[in-house]
């Protein structure tokens, strides 16, 4: 825990302050995501180049290599759902490999399967969006295409207590510039998980609650002290940090 401080303590005086918790926290969520799709990466590399095919990826996924025409609809509606979700996929991989071999070595591999957490897939990401949410393709994302396909009951006074708590979020946490419609960059944070908004606010918590001099940081003794508040926090990703060497060697 001695050693967890100050890795955290970036400036080196062994006090945490808001940002440097908050950073720490994010550096933990993108190691997790990463680790977690660099362990599916062995799974799916049959045959240990060090790269997945795109058959590899099917066999492993479906047990079998689909290969469905992306100009026929099938009449099923189940089926056309999965080839409707398999051509996205397609397309995915595609975007996540950057060279000219055409298989994803395992940092490709980590932007397929986790394309909001590498910038250069950040394009395909609110066009993905943009796909699926613009229903009158003029780019943006209005408050009804934001609802679905929520249709109001024309007998009831208002709209129900989750309809009000989404038109809530969309102007107030989306909807930046007040236009009543999402444009790319404001798509993004909707359809991105916020994991420095929840950082931020984890952070704020731990300081809140720990601080006990009122100097807006953490000492090491302030931690020890309540030790078990910081251990199951998302500060040591509730204790798990504390047994994983890989985290701290990437880290430093």
Do not use: C
Request: charged share 40%; proline share 2%; aromatic share 10%.
């Amino acid at each position: 825990l001695r050693a967890s401080v100050k890795k955290i303590a970036s400036d080196g005086d062994g006090l945490l302050t808001k940002d440097e918790l908050s950073s720490w926290i994010q550096q933990s969520f993108k190691h997790y995501v990463t680790q977690e799709a660099k362990q599916h990466f062995n799974d799916y590399d049959k045959d240990g180049d060090g790269l997945v095919s795109w058959k590899e990826y099917n066999m492993q996924m479906y047990d079998r290599v689909i290969d469905f025409d992306e100009n026929t609809v099938l009449e099923d509606q189940e089926e056309e759902s999965f080839r409707q979700l398999h051509l996205k996929e397609k397309k995915r991989f595609e975007k996540a490999n950057r060279d000219d071999v055409p298989d994803l070595n395992v940092d490709e591999f980590v932007a397929f399967e986790h394309p909001e957490e590498v910038e250069y897939m950040t394009d395909f990401v609110i066009q993905e969006a943009l796909e699926e949410h613009d229903k009158d393709g003029d780019g943006f994302v209005s408050l009804e295409e934001f609802l679905g396909d929520y249709r109001r009951d024309p007998t009831a006074r208002e709209d129900p207590e989750w309809i009000l708590v989404e038109k809530d979020r969309f102007v107030n946490d989306y909807d930046k510039d007040n236009d009543g419609k999402l444009n790319p960059q404001e798509l993004l944070s909707w359809i991105v998980p916020n994991n420095q908004g929840i950082a931020q606010e984890e952070a704020l918590h731990l300081i809140e609650e720990m601080d006990l001099n009122d100097d807006k940081k953490l000492s090491e003794a302030e931690i020890l002290k309540n030790q078990d508040l910081f251990l199951n926090s998302e500060a040591t990703d509730y204790g798990r940090q504390l047994h994983d060497e890989r985290f701290y060697h990437e880290e430093l």
